[in-house]
């Protein structure tokens, strides 16, 4: 493994990686994540298609090195992003440079699925259907109500015919604002990089989009951009039926998925939860308030 002088814990994100920002005695700088209890040999085809992605020029964090970690488990030694976490860039720029840099993350998430899956992964329907079941089952038991969650029931429900036959590609498996940042290159915005493969997945393609609701609380010209970025034309009817159908699954589970962290995520999620039925007219609408809205304003903001 690398001979590193200074490791200095990042302590953000929910995962239960450690991370460090690591430097050798020569001044470079590198990320270091440590991956405790995870396989060698069931981790190691993740590093290979790391490689395969950025030899598509994929802006990530490259990985350079892999192997067994001393104390269990794995690492890795990826490149150091000299940037800044995308929202607050966002933040800054107005809606048309936005919605640019979302048209940029749909290029990029397409570019990240265009590398070959593995042979023999288990059929979409049947698995996202018993993640559909799990979800609910795990919402029942929870003590904590979504208020108007009969309308999330019954998209789900009137809406699982629509997983048949979807294919299954490459997946980021976190894909949203949170995991981009803008690295450093001289412009006055940076350059828009995507982080964080470690929930790497196999799936429906456009499951990726399940966590688009954490860009349009941030950015809707961002969330905008990302759709028309990865479609480049027409965005297909099925799509967002689908993408209310996915976004309907992750809403429920994320009201039981924040009780152990306590009442601030909890009143995070429950606004999220609010947001997501009033964007979809309480599940009436598959194609969200903030896209409808604004159909002749992304060719206005596209065309400057």
């Keep these: 493994m690398t001979d590193f002088v200074s490791l200095h814990l ?4 929910w995962s239960s990686d450690r991370k460090y920002r690591a430097e050798t005695a020569s001044g470079e700088v590198f990320l270091l994540r440590v991956m405790p209890g995870a396989e060698y040999d069931s981790w190691l085809p993740w590093y290979e298609r790391q490689k395969e992605y950025a030899s598509l020029g994929v802006p ?5 090195e892999f192997g067994r970690w001393p104390e269990g488990g794995v690492y890795a030694v990826q490149r150091w992003i000299d940037g800044e976490d995308a929202e607050p860039v966002l933040a800054r720029l107005t809606p048309a440079e936005q919605y640019r840099e979302g048209l940029e993350a749909g290029r990029i998430l397409r570019a990240i699925q265009s590398l070959p ?5 288990p059929d ?11 979800k609910i089952r795990g919402y029942l038991d929870c003590p904590l109500r979504i208020e108007g969650d009969g309308a999330i029931f019954r998209y789900l429900e009137e809406n699982r015919r629509w997983l048949k036959g979807r294919p299954n590609t ?21 350059r828009l990089t995507i982080i964080d493969f470690n ?5 429906d393609p456009w499951e990726e989009f399940n966590r688009i609701v954490w860009c349009a609380g941030c950015s809707p010209a961002f969330a905008r951009g990302r759709i028309d970025g990865y479609f480049d034309g027409p965005v297909p009817e099925l799509f967002w039926r689908l993408l209310c159908l996915y976004i309907a699954s992750n809403t429920l589970s994320s009201i039981f998925w924040a009780v152990p962290f306590g009442e601030r995520e909890i009143a995070t999620m429950t606004k999220q939860a609010a947001d997501v039925l009033r964007w979809f007219d309480d599940m009436k609408n598959p194609v969200p308030e903030w896209y409808r809205e604004a159909a002749g304003k992304n060719r206005e903001e596209k065309a400057e």
């Excluded at 698995?127 to 799990?134: C, E, G, L, T, Y």
Aim: charged letters at 30%.
């Design 60 to 64: 990530m964090c490259d990985t350079y």
């Design 124 to 134: 979409w329907e049947a698995k996202f259907n018993a993640k559909i079941d799990r």
């Design 199 to 203: 929930r790497e997945d196999f799936g």
């Design 10 to 13: 990042i302590e953000k994100g």
């Design 170 to 190: 490459c997946q980021h498996g976190d894909y949203h604002v949170g995991n981009m940042m803008f690295e450093r290159d001289g412009t006055s915005t940076g």
């Design 117 to 121: 899956v593995p042979d023999g992964l």
